[in-house]
């Protein structure tokens, strides 16, 4: 899949051909909280990390719900190898909105993954050229492996912190070199432990204004993929885990149901003869379906509009946001009819539905993801104006 840009079906048959060997490599991934660099390498080779990366730098600009598809499908094997993948693809999509020749330093290697932070933690002095970065961030998902980082900075000149017209402080995200900062070994969780997403921190770093990117910014380059809110992009991709994981729970559950008893329990018949585990089975499937619908023809009808060169109301940004969070919340409930049909089998670490159980809760944890969103949804189906910004960048 080198030099001409793979078709979506050669994407997503990609992600089907590492099913195996994500498979394979989970205990590997938990123990290690990180990507494998035979899993890393063949990632690369298929060039999923170039997904929403600028065609002018040799990325794929690919569309945002063939890469979704890809995500989820690699999720259905495993959660945290699909989160480090999301992270590191979408992260691409920060080359569209950089100078031409650092987006091409950063993300032109074959090899390229940038990890990192957009939460303000940081602070960024403005000096003659460019800022001098001092900050420390949380839940860099796979900084193992990557050579550049980023991190949010509030700008401040000298000691007071800049304010636009409108007295919101400026913020900024800085690029610069893995090795200009220190990895903070913190990442030790129940759920995900494969992303690895330790913190680190910079010291009076200078980062020259050519790696440095407003939140304000509109994109240099001029794909129909970069009209989409950037966090948007983000958020959808993120949205298709807890799907795939909730796929990949159910599948389990099924082979178990069939071929044996499950620990612990009494009774002689296997599952799948049990009236309460046909029904958990079919809330489950209905839960999954019914949710992916939702997610992906949102996504769907936000792409057809910015590809016609259309602007989306606040309706639309709206519904983006809350089918997210309904993919997610739905996901859980899935997860959760699975793994206590399971029974006893379920508690194993052997048994991928404890693996789904951790991922899955854990995710929903994540800002994006929590049920708070479905307020902010419902006051504008409601008519009423937004509380907050749908999506910030």
């Known amino acids: 899949m080198k030099g001409q840009a793979p078709s979506v079906a050669e994407l997503t048959e990609a992600a089907v051909r590492l099913g195996p060997m994500v498979r394979a490599c989970r205990g590997e991934i938990e123990a290690g909280r990180r990507l494998p660099v035979a899993l890393l390498t063949a990632m690369h080779e298929s060039r999923l990390f170039k997904m929403y990366v600028p065609a002018e730098l040799g990325g794929l ?20 190898a699909a989160w480090a993948l999301m992270i590191g693809s979408t992260y691409g999509i920060f080359a569209a909105f950089l100078a031409s020749d650092a987006a091409a330093e950063i993300f032109g290697a074959h ?64 690029f610069f070199p893995a090795t200009a900062g220190e990895m903070i070994d913190t990442w030790e969780t129940g759920g995900l432990r494969g992303t690895g997403s330790h913190d680190y921190a910079v010291t009076e ?16 380059a001029h794909g129909s993929l970069y ?20 796929r990949g729970a159910i599948d389990t559950l099924v082979v178990l149901a069939g071929g044996e008893r499950p620990t612990g329990s009494s009774s002689p018949a296997p599952l799948a003869e049990r009236m309460p585990i046909q029904a958990d089975v079919g809330r489950a499937e209905a839960q999954y379906r019914a949710a992916r619908a939702f997610l992906y023809q949102s996504v769907e009808e936000s792409w057809e509009a910015v590809q016609a060169g259309r602007t989306l109301s606040i309706k639309e940004l709206a519904l983006l946001r809350l089918a997210r969070t309904h993919a997610t919340q739905a996901a859980v409930v899935a997860v959760d009819l699975m793994y206590t049909a399971g029974g006893g089998s379920a508690v194993y670490v052997r048994n991928r539905l404890e693996r789904a159980f951790r991922d899955i809760h854990t995710i929903t944890q994540h800002a994006s993801m929590a049920p708070g969103n479905y307020a902010v949804s419902g006051r504008i189906l409601l008519g009423l104006t937004p509380d907050r910004p749908l999506y910030r960048i």
């Open 61 to 80: 600009e690919t569309d945002p719900l063939t890469s979704m598809r890809v995500v989820e499908t690699i999720a259905e094997e495993d959660g945290a």
């Open 111 to 174: 090899d390229a993954v940038v990890a990192g932070a957009l939460r303000p933690a940081g602070i960024a002095r403005a000096v003659e050229g460019g800022f001098v970065v001092t900050g420390r961030w949380s839940f860099a998902s796979g900084i193992d492996h990557c050579t550049w980082w980023n991190g949010g900075c509030i700008i401040y000149d000298g000691d007071t912190p800049r304010r636009n017209a409108s007295g919101a402080l400026e913020t900024v995200l800085a």
């Open 205 to 220: 770093l200078f980062v020259p204004d050519s790696h440095v990117m407003s939140f304000a910014a509109e994109p240099r």
């Open 227 to 246: 009209r989409l809110p950037t966090q948007a992009l983000l958020d959808n991709a993120m949205a298709a885990i807890p799907l795939g994981i909730a």
